[in-house]
């Protein structure tokens, strides 16, 4: 009689259940925005609930101002918080095993070889189907934000799109402190990171999405462009003496250079002849966590940056038709922002 069928499904189940941290360690590994956001510690785990919600202030306490030892000091009301909320959205795909496949490889020493068989389908496809939804030129009904669209070629001020929930119009910026608007170059001079023009240039964007000071903390720490513009950069003799390196990116395997406080990458699905800047002090990878996540919070960081969250494995099922039965996964998460002015599109950057 051939190997049960339920005793190989559970077996295989639950190889994929403990395993699934894993995918999601390799999902932000295989990204390099995402890589940062793991080293950063910036990836947080909710329980419950059908939305992410992050906390912004707009605006600035209209009591606080100098004035005489013998003028009253206003006390009106301040309503500068608000909560920007976002949508969640979630990736899944299933691992799919056929019952005679199963019975060719019984026996203890092949259950395993089926389970990681089926592992490496989903980690050789989570993380490109995760990043290249982060990098999407548009946003679908059931895609989580994309970076591209959220830092848009418009110039600051008169963006009029809605971010988590916000109307950027509403916060149109001529007040520093309560704007909803990411920072944008407009075309002008080409910036080219192989002079020392172009690098004053980017650096000099840097601090403009640094409206809180020139605080590390205030400042971009990623950076995004082409392959082109990477390699024009590097295109100077003396390039190590134009720029250091992040070496904990270098470590996770990831060439950089670094523009001020920003660890700058490049990635495939970047905007062509630009700079994506991104604080991730103001923004977060949100995950909502389920039946088989035990922690909350903020993860904690592995090693040199990974974090581990476990991807939800449900339990086997039988096709009525078909010799084969099905082992689905999912993930829920989305990108959210705690503040946009923290964030920008240089333009007009010379590719190689």
């Not at 409206?211 to 295109?235: F, R």
Request: aromatic share 8%.
């Amino acid at each position: 009689m051939a190997v049960d069928y339920a005793r190989i499904a559970r077996d295989i189940a639950f190889t994929l259940e403990v395993k699934s941290p894993k995918i999601f360690e390799n999902i932000f590994l295989n990204n390099g925005v995402l890589a940062m956001f793991g080293s950063k510690g910036r990836v947080n785990i909710i329980k419950g609930g059908n939305r992410f919600d992050e906390r912004t202030r707009l605006g600035k306490n209209s009591n606080v101002g100098h004035r005489s030892k013998f003028d009253p000091i206003p006390v009106n009301y301040q309503n500068n918080v608000q909560t920007a909320y976002y949508g969640q959205a979630i990736v899944s795909g299933a691992a799919v095993v056929n019952m005679v496949e199963e019975d060719q490889n019984a026996g203890p020493s092949r259950i395993s070889s089926l389970a990681d068989d089926c592992m490496a389908e989903l980690l050789s496809t989570f993380p490109n189907e995760v990043s290249d939804q982060l990098m999407a030129t548009s946003e679908g009904a059931n895609d989580p934000l994309s970076i591209k669209v959220q830092l848009p070629a418009t110039a600051y001020g008169s963006q009029t799109q809605t971010t988590g929930g916000l109307v950027r119009s509403d916060y149109p910026g001529s007040d520093p402190t309560s704007a909803w608007q990411t920072q944008y170059s407009s075309p002008g001079t080409a910036v080219d990171l192989s002079a020392a023009a172009g690098i004053a240039a980017a650096c000099k964007f840097a601090w403009t999405c640094s409206p809180g000071g020139s605080a590390l903390s205030e400042q971009p720490d990623i950076a995004l462009c082409s392959t082109g513009v990477m390699a024009q950069a590097s295109g100077g003799a003396d390039v190590l003496k134009r720029y250091s390196v992040n070496d904990k990116m270098l470590k996770m395997g990831f060439d950089n250079i670094m523009i001020n406080n920003a660890t700058v990458i490049s990635d495939r699905n970047a905007v062509s002849g630009a700079i994506l800047f991104l604080n991730t002090n103001y923004g977060h990878i949100q995950v909502l966590g389920g039946p088989k996540t035990k922690q909350a919070k903020n993860v904690s960081v592995i090693g040199n940056g990974a974090v581990s969250v476990p991807i939800q494995v449900c339990n086997p099922v039988e096709s009525e038709t078909i010799l084969q039965y099905s082992i689905k996964a999912y993930l829920v998460y989305n990108l959210t922002f705690g503040g946009l002015r923290q964030h920008g599109r240089l333009a007009n950057v010379t590719e190689a």
